[in-house]
């Protein structure tokens, strides 16, 4: 029996995206009042669940797009393979983008909630295409506007001989250790993870790590932490939080986790079949899209029954937010399924109705 690559992908996907709606949850506190309870036990714990779910798992995300991609770089016209990005990331990006800057700036102009205000038409721009940085209203969406730059590069990248890709991994690793910005990649590690997930198809890799022994698979992740945690500790220090140890580390635990999430979702779509994921599958890019909306307009209204953090029942709910959101985007794909067809294609990626491949 072959191993479930394609179930294990659809459930990896699944769990990195729960795990990134840690980073964007809803805390109900300015950044200020946030940073003053690092140090408490929900700080602890709200820090444990962004850093070791939550941003460790874009690299996996990255690495499964570059992987996926191999194939249809090779094999379609430019235009074609293009067009096709255009259509299932790129547009999805714009229309996502317009929809929460019109409903987030409305509650927040009507007084419902409190969000950032664009300044100008070239910060407008930028929330809609993350021109010069990261959007502040539809945080994540700088992931998919990366992704489709990289996207742009496959087609030559999967012509290229191996040696050039690993100097492509070698430049974003130093771009990303270094610190250096750039309005070309917001994020290098992403081109660093994309690559990467090229090369992993060239050799098999994830059928290797999908063969391993699960305690081989977790051991990277128990070697690393310890780094983390300390560095973590010691991050009031300048000279640590000036220096590149840290972003260092972050990507060698975030290699780490790639490693142990892919292997646990090789077991995950082992023992179950898959079934219950191709149900999932359809919202998954749903949800990634649409979790920021929910805690923007759906967050505070939740929070007025648990508190602020710092209340007795906050975290329980932030430990399920993961799971609110994701009942969100099963709820509004539906929805969009029945009342318009054409607007759910275009809003999942083309996932629901039909599904599209990154």
């Known amino acids: 029996m072959g ?34 309870r690092d140090e408490t036990t929900q700080g602890i714990m709200r820090w444990a669940l962004i850093e070791l779910c939550g941003r460790s798992a874009v690299p996996l995300l990255s690495l499964i797009s570059g992987w996926l991609v191999v194939r249809s770089a090779r094999q379609r016209r430019y235009g074609a393979f293009v067009a096709g990005k255009l259509r299932v990331i790129l547009l999805p990006m714009l229309v996502w983008n317009m929809i929460a800057l019109i409903l987030v700036i409305g509650a927040a102009r009507l007084g419902w909630i409190a969000a950032p205000q664009p300044s100008g038409i070239a910060s407008l721009l930028n929330e809609l295409v993350s021109l010069s940085g990261p959007a502040e209203i539809d945080v994540q969406m700088g992931f998919l506007r990366d992704l489709f730059l990289c996207m742009l590069l496959a087609p030559l990248l999967a012509r290229m001989p191996t040696v050039i890709l690993l100097a492509v991994v070698a430049l974003a690793m130093a771009w990303d250790v270094g610190g250096w910005t750039s309005v070309i990649l917001l994020r290098p590690a992403i081109l660093l993870f ?21 305690w081989l698979a977790v051991l990277p992740f128990l070697l690393v932490l310890p780094f983390k ?42 023992k179950s079949g898959g079934g219950w994921m191709r149900a999932l599958e359809p919202y998954v890019f749903l949800l990634f899209c649409s979790h920021v909306l929910f805690m923007w307009l759906l967050g505070p209204m939740i929070g007025r029954l648990t508190g602020p953090m710092g209340s007795a029942a906050w975290p329980a709910y932030f430990v399920v937010q993961p799971l609110l959101a994701l009942g969100f985007a099963i709820l509004l794909g539906v929805t969009l399924a029945a009342l318009s067809p054409a607007l759910a294609r275009v809003l999942s990626g083309g996932r629901l109705g039909r599904v599209s491949r990154l």
Not at 9 to 34: F, K, M, N, Q
Not at 194 to 214: K, S
């Open 229 to 270: 945690l300390g560095l973590s500790i010691a991050g009031d220090a300048t000279a640590v939080q000036e220096g590149h140890l840290v972003a260092l580390i972050d990507l060698m635990l975030r290699v780490a986790a790639a490693i142990l999430v892919w292997r646990i979702s090789i077991l995950i779509a082992l």
């Open 194 to 214: 994309f690559v990467g997930g090229m090369l992993a198809a060239r050799y098999r890799v994830a059928e290797q790590v999908g063969v391993m022994p699960i």
């Open 3 to 36: 191993l479930p690559i394609s179930g294990a992908i659809g459930t990896a996907r699944l769990i990195c995206i729960l795990g990134i709606v840690y980073v964007h949850g809803w805390t109900g506190l300015p950044g200020s009042d946030l940073a003053a």
